[in-house]
């Protein structure tokens, strides 16, 4: 296949202890899916989590010097376990869900909240909050066939050595098989999707000059700063 423009470069992500790569689709985020993270952000208990995406091309990796975004006066991080798909489709039985399921991961949905509260209050898409460009960092991915499919297990984020964000897997209130088979309701799912899976309370501001360091017991760590 020949092209009028240089084609684009494979989004991936790296996979511990290997060479080869994981190459990403899509992106899809859920919101809402920490009953805690819910209660600080003002929201309605009852609403169920939902889903948003960002471009695949916007994750940036371990080590990654992110620059503070343009528009905004309130940038603020969110930890969040990552699930990488090897298969997809459409209308999942959530009983088959984790057949689809490569690994998972360690990732940060960094947000303009200012420009996110924003639009919703004039009720209209979040992609200018949530879709920017550095606003997906994730680290190596570790293989379900190694690790099982994580179910608890801290999750936690520190800015300049001070915990900020801290909670379990075992606070999901849709957990990997309801959220797959909830979003392939939705689109079609494929290999080289992954999911952000929604992060707890301690949803903070950052600034230039700041160092985080995040991660989930029994997956990963991840490392990025802001300049």
């Keep these: 296949m020949s092209y009028v423009i240089p084609?684009?470069?494979?989004?991936?992500?790296?996979?511990?202890?290997?060479?080869?790569?994981?190459?990403?689709?899509?992106?899809?985020?859920?919101?809402?899916?920490y009953l805690e993270h819910i209660r600080e952000m003002g929201n309605d208990e009852?609403?169920?989590?939902?889903?948003?995406?960002?471009?695949?091309?916007?994750?940036?990796?371990?080590?990654?010097?992110?620059?503070?975004?343009?528009?905004?006066?309130?940038?603020?991080?969110?930890?969040?376990?990552?699930?990488?798909?090897?298969?997809?489709?459409?209308?999942?039985?959530?009983?088959?869900?984790?057949?689809?399921?490569?690994g998972y991961g360690v990732g940060i949905d960094l947000t303009r909240r200012d420009l996110q509260m924003a639009s919703r209050k004039k009720e209209q898409p979040w992609e200018i909050g949530k879709s920017f460009d550095f606003s997906a960092p994730c680290g190596a991915l570790r293989p379900a066939s190694e690790i099982g499919h994580p179910a608890k297990g801290k999750i936690w984020l520190n800015v300049n050595g001070v915990e900020k964000q801290k909670g379990d897997l075992t606070e999901l209130i849709w957990n990997v098989s309801e959220i797959i088979a909830k979003l392939s309701l939705q689109?079609?799912?494929?290999?080289?999707?992954?999911?952000?899976?929604?992060?707890?309370?301690?949803?903070?501001?950052?600034?230039?000059?700041?160092?985080?360091e995040c991660g989930i017991d029994g997956i990963g760590t991840l490392k990025v700063s802001i300049k």
């Excluded at 511990?16 to 809402?32: D, H, L, N, Q, T």
């Excluded at 009852?46 to 503070?68: L, N, S, T």
């Excluded at 999707?193 to 600034?207: F, N, R, S, W």
């Design 7 to 33: 084609a684009h470069t494979m989004p991936s992500l790296p996979v511990a202890g290997e060479s080869k790569s994981f190459p990403v689709r899509r992106i899809w985020c859920v919101g809402r899916n």
């Design 46 to 102: 009852r609403q169920p989590p939902f889903f948003f995406a960002k471009h695949a091309d916007m994750i940036v990796g371990e080590g990654a010097e992110i620059p503070y975004p343009s528009l905004t006066k309130d940038f603020q991080h969110e930890v969040e376990m990552v699930v990488a798909l090897k298969s997809g489709g459409a209308n999942i039985d959530p009983k088959n869900a984790l057949d689809h399921v490569y």
């Design 187 to 212: 689109v079609t799912l494929g290999a080289g999707d992954i999911i952000l899976t929604g992060t707890p309370a301690g949803v903070a501001a950052l600034k230039p000059g700041d160092r985080i």
